[in-house]
């Protein structure tokens, strides 16, 4: 057995297996066009691979699951058209509803939209949990109504999840008070990150859990919802954010719902630090790996 170090450049090193026969694909979007700060989640998928090596020597300690033993590939990364931002979102549309469950590493958070999308034609509206320190329902974005502070706008108006089956946790942005208006009015719920360290994730994986109930449901994962002290690479941080450790708390208390698909986005390796941010995403996929065992 190879050392973690010396694994291939796939998701937990996983050999060359088929993606047609896998229960979980893993694929990556090198897509940062939707950017509106600090760019380079183009690079987030090649982060996320080579970190996720250090999860692959062992089995997660909640029953014993070794996700790599799974029945999962890495389907290599998605094309995109560059510097077209619709055409590279119907590109990833396709390119998603080729697999069935689908978990993808962004690349920024608009490519959510593109994965929506393929999702609804298979599955229809979905329940959604939306980890971010954004509510990503701006209409638009300094004149673009495609970019990755909309995704959710857009999910909501084109009817591809159910607003009152959604949760979004770790909000704390500054938002125009008309953008958390609109989403609240929506029956959208929206928990602070404030929310998440004065009731404490166990509190918080309750009220997801109640929302989404046992419908058809997706997780979405932007890295920012997490402290930039413990995920520095991303291109639009925000003080006061969640702890890996409360990520992680809230993310085992959701096994045994009914997710049908999933993303980590807005990694950007060029602002990371000692692999924090990639290490932390990687961990995100895992344990949603790991949960998807209690789903058979
Ligand atoms: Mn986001």
Redesign the pocket.
């Known amino acids: 057995m190879s050392p973690t170090f010396a694994l291939p450049p796939t998701f937990l090193g996983l050999e060359h297996r088929d993606p047609a026969g896998a229960s979980l694909v893993v694929a990556g979007i090198p897509f940062d066009l939707g950017t509106t700060n600090r760019s380079g989640t183009r690079e987030g998928p090649a982060a996320i691979r080579r970190a996720s090596r250090m999860l692959a020597d062992g089995a997660n300690p909640m029953g014993w699951i070794d996700p790599a033993g799974l029945s999962v590939a890495d389907a290599g990364d998605f094309s995109i058209a560059l510097g077209d931002i619709p055409a590279s979102l119907a590109l990833i549309e396709e390119q998603a509803a080729g697999f069935g469950h689908l978990m993808a590493m962004g690349g920024d958070?608009t490519v959510t939209l593109a994965l929506l999308r393929a999702l609804h034609r298979r599955n229809g509206p979905v329940g959604l949990v939306h980890f971010?320190?954004?509510l990503?329902t701006w209409p638009d974005n300094f004149g673009q109504s495609l970019a990755?502070?909309s995704?959710f706008y857009a999910a909501i108006r084109e009817g591809l999840v159910e607003p009152r089956r959604m949760i979004q946790v770790g909000i704390r942005s500054p938002v125009p008070k008309e953008v958390h208006d609109w989403t609240a009015a929506q029956g959208v719920t929206i928990v602070s990150a404030e929310e998440v360290h004065l009731s404490g994730p166990e509190a918080v994986a309750a009220r997801i859990r109640s929302v989404l109930g046992q419908g058809p449901s997706y997780l979405s994962f932007?890295i920012?919802a997490i402290d930039p002290g413990q995920a520095p690479g991303t291109g639009t941080p925000e003080v006061g954010g969640l702890f890996t450790w409360q990520v992680m708390a809230m993310l085992r208390r959701l096994k045994g719902l009914h997710f049908v698909g999933m993303d980590v986005?807005?990694v950007a390796p060029a602002y990371d630090v000692a692999e924090i941010t990639a290490l932390a995403a990687a961990s995100i996929l895992w344990q949603y790996m790991t949960n998807m065992v209690y789903n058979q």
């Open positions: 958070h971010d320190a954004h990503d990755h502070g995704p932007d920012d986005v807005e």
